[in-house]
């Protein structure tokens, strides 16, 4: 499966992005679809995550409440809609996909990953 992330850049704090994550596959809902960020020096961080038919979600307590992944399995795309963003959401994002039927925070458990798009929040 190979992942193509997009929708980074730059925004002004309090603006919005939207991530859009592209699957190579139309059994996109054989898994698991997380977000992750990482910024240099720091280990790649836990963002969101939801379930196969997208009916589970979990997010990190840093975004709760701004932030919503959400998944197209027709279309083979998951998505993170980043509302509300601060200076400190600034890093590379990651999509990844595990085939797996429950949602993982680890990155260690996710089998495959995007190439990673840029996010940038100006105070």
């Known amino acids: 499966v190979q992942l193509q992330a997009s929708g980074g850049g730059l925004v002004q704090a309090g603006g919005s992005l939207r991530l859009s994550c592209a699957a190579s596959t139309d059994t996109l809902s054989w898994y698991i679809m997380g977000w992750f960020r990482q910024t240099p020096g720091k280990e790649r961080e836990f963002v969101a995550g939801?379930?196969?038919?997208?009916?589970?979600?979990e997010y990190a307590a840093s975004v709760k409440g701004r932030f919503t992944i959400s998944r197209d399995n027709v279309g083979s795309t998951a998505y993170l809609q980043m509302n509300s963003l601060k200076p400190e959401d600034t890093a590379v994002y990651y999509c990844?996909?595990?085939?797996?039927?429950?949602?993982?925070?680890?990155?260690?458990?996710?089998?495959?990953w995007g190439q990673g798009t840029q996010v940038t929040v100006s105070s």
């Open positions: 990844a996909a595990e085939r797996s039927q429950i949602i993982s925070g680890n990155h260690e458990s996710y089998d495959y």
């Open positions: 939801i379930s196969n038919a997208g009916i589970t979600t």
